[in-house]
């Protein structure tokens, strides 16, 4: 009889254990069974994979209401199981501590169950991050009320042959509390996981799409009819809203500046705003969109991760446009108000100090959000890295080369540069290296570092005026008068050649550097040339020589060439009309005084015979 009773009591202990592999039709106990298993496994795979899983806690929380209520029925099957097999279990201690194991899985379960349950309604209110945080707490408060330390004692009396049977099924207890404890502390310090939804439901999202659908039913993977109306009209909005918004932003800013911009300038601010503002407006419409597609379900993390961090440089673009007017024309009327004597390189470095600090918190928000620990990140910065510093300070001067050369804008991929002996285009900057192509068609890799301490010249940082310089020549009969003449003519052609720069081919240009136009000259920092110098030079030893010097609008080499020659031409045509000749090197002689033998010579010639006869 005993015998048949402990086979029945060994059966009723496993059907509890079972019974929990019932729970897995709901997505979110699915994962906690995944997220267990990996648990008990050890490597950096296991880490990337927990990672992934925890990623999909959002999503795997919505569940149906018909689902709740069969994991529920699921769940009291099994308490009132467990509550039987105690009772008969009484003179057992190995069985009796079976079933209290089991009947704290199941309470634990009980426990996280309760937690969706209500997690689930809750989101369905108007509710705040704080009543979610709270329900977490709660919930980790009574996981830690299950009292696995009276299991561990009560193993002490249990027989060695049947302790280690029971030791694996209390370390099974402990993993899956400290699996829902990592959840719940997941969900805790990511709170807004679960508080995306509510806005559309106080919008009554759902409502409207459901309409649509029921009118013309369409629906692939996501996607259905009603919701791609919606998002087309949401990103139509924000289209719409940008131009406003840049409107907006700078008669806030003039008026809390009191700076009264002309309406040129104003254009130009406007049309700069609006590119980073389109990017944040067009970034926010695909977020809205996305959340849209995935209702009533939460989108990945990572999406989100990649819309937070995309807001983060639209962003600081913005804040670098902002500076770059705002700031400009503030420290400019700031320090011309009180201080007089303020360099303007002054000004410049301290605009050049705000990008850099915008851009320090933009990576540093950015490291955040991907989830990398700001404060271990700056910290980590100490001794060990001065040693890696030391041991690899070729490498890094190279890469800080090549954030000076992309911060200081110094050229860029197409220039044509000259440095230290180089010079070609540029094909590539890289980390540690630029790649350069010379202009014998070789592939030179440059270090960065080169181009800190060398001077650069930048060939392509011009947009109207490349030079054209020459010495004309003339013979010495020319008279003043044609001279005068012919300088004049040479400079009525270059004025009216459509190839020679004038102020009127950049005097209408529209950019950034008008608002810069008190700390650096403006035509000289774009590169606009157009100064037209022709004027008599030099009494040479055998010419008279007139010196030209021009620019042509264009600046590559094949029509500066083609203009070179025009001009060339033109100008030979000038000296023609003007009665003038170039000259080339010639020596006049002069004798005074000849030997009379030489004199009596020169008459007997034949050629003075010939005369006389």
């Known amino acids: 009889m005993k015998c048949f009773l402990a086979i029945f009591l060994f059966f009723m202990a496993l059907v509890p254990l079972n019974a929990s592999m019932e729970y897995d039709f709901v997505p979110f106990f699915n994962l906690l069974r995944k997220l267990e298993a990996l648990n008990q496994q050890e490597g950096d795979a296991q880490t990337a994979q927990k990672d992934a899983l925890l990623a999909e806690i959002p999503e795997s929380l919505d569940t149906k209401k018909d689902k709740l209520s069969l994991l529920q029925a699921a769940l009291d099957k099994d308490k009132s199981k467990v509550k039987s097999a105690l009772e008969k279990a009484k003179n057992s201690p190995t069985n009796t501590l079976r079933y209290q194991i089991q009947s704290a899985q199941i309470d634990a379960q009980a426990l996280m169950f309760d937690w969706l349950k209500r997690t689930l309604e809750l989101r369905k209110q108007v509710h705040t991050q704080e009543q979610i945080s709270t329900l977490i707490q709660s919930t ?61 439901d106080s919008l009554g999202v759902e409502t409207i799409i459901n309409k649509i659908n029921t009118w013309i039913p369409f629906s692939f993977w996501k996607f259905n009819l009603g919701k791609l109306i919606v998002c087309a009209i949401i990103l139509a909005f924000f289209w719409c809203l940008r131009r406003i918004l840049a409107v907006a932003t700078v008669k806030i800013i003039s008026s809390i500046f009191h700076y009264q911009e002309s309406m040129d300038k104003r254009t130009v601010i406007i049309k700069n705003l609006v590119r980073p503002l389109s990017y944040i407006l067009l970034f926010n419409g695909f977020d809205i969109c996305w959340e849209i597609i995935y209702y009533p379900q939460n989108p990945p993390e990572l999406v989100s991760k990649i819309f937070d961090i995309s807001y983060i440089v639209s962003a600081a673009w913005f804040f670098v446009i902002i500076i770059e007017y705002y700031g400009t024309i503030f420290l400019t009327t700031f320090s011309r108000k009180h201080y007089q004597n303020v360099r303007a390189e002054i000004v410049n470095l301290i605009l050049k100090v705000l990008y850099s600090i915008v851009v320090i918190i933009a990576a540093l928000a950015i490291l955040a959000r991907m989830g990398f620990n700001i404060t271990t990140l700056v910290a980590s910065l100490g001794i060990g890295g001065l040693a890696v510093a030391l041991a690899t300070k070729d490498i890094l001067a190279n ?150 010097s021009c620019f042509t609008t264009a600046i590559s080499k094949a029509a500066w060439v083609a203009t070179k020659q025009s001009v060339l031409f033109e100008i030979m045509r000038i000296v023609q009309d003007n009665g003038l000749s170039f000259a080339f090197p010639s020596q006049s002689v002069y004798v005074e005084n000849l030997p009379k033998d030489l004199q009596q010579l020169l008459l007997e010639s034949p050629k003075t015979k010939e005369q006389d006869s």
């Open 140 to 200: 980790l408060a009574s996981l830690d009320s299950l009292y696995i330390e009276q299991y561990e004692a009560a193993l002490f009396d249990i027989p060695a042959a049947q302790k280690a049977a029971l030791e694996k099924r209390l370390n099974q207890l402990r993993n899956e509390i400290a699996s829902y404890h990592e959840v719940l502390n997941y969900l805790n310090a990511n709170s807004a996981l679960l508080d995306d939804n509510s806005f559309f």
């Open 399 to 548: 890469f800080f080369a090549s954030v000076m050369i992309l911060f200081d804008n110094a050229f860029s991929q197409g220039d044509w540069i000259s440095c230290n002996k180089i010079e070609g285009t540029v094909v590539e900057i890289g980390l540690r290296r630029t790649t350069i192509r010379t202009f014998d068609n070789a592939l030179l890799f440059v270090p960065n570092s080169v181009f800190v301490n060398d001077a650069i010249c930048n060939w392509n940082r011009r947009k109207v005026g490349r030079r054209i310089k020459m010495t004309i020549g003339l013979t010495y009969d020319a008279t003043a008068d044609k001279l005068q003449k012919c300088i004049d003519d040479i400079i009525h052609m270059l004025e009216n050649h459509k190839g020679i720069a004038k102020k009127s081919d950049y005097a209408d240009a529209s950019t950034l550097m008008t608002i810069r136009q008190e700390l650096v000259s403006i035509d000289d920092y774009e590169g606009n040339k157009s100064t037209i110098e022709v004027y008599l030079d030099n009494f040479g030893d055998s010419t008279i020589d007139i010196s030209v």
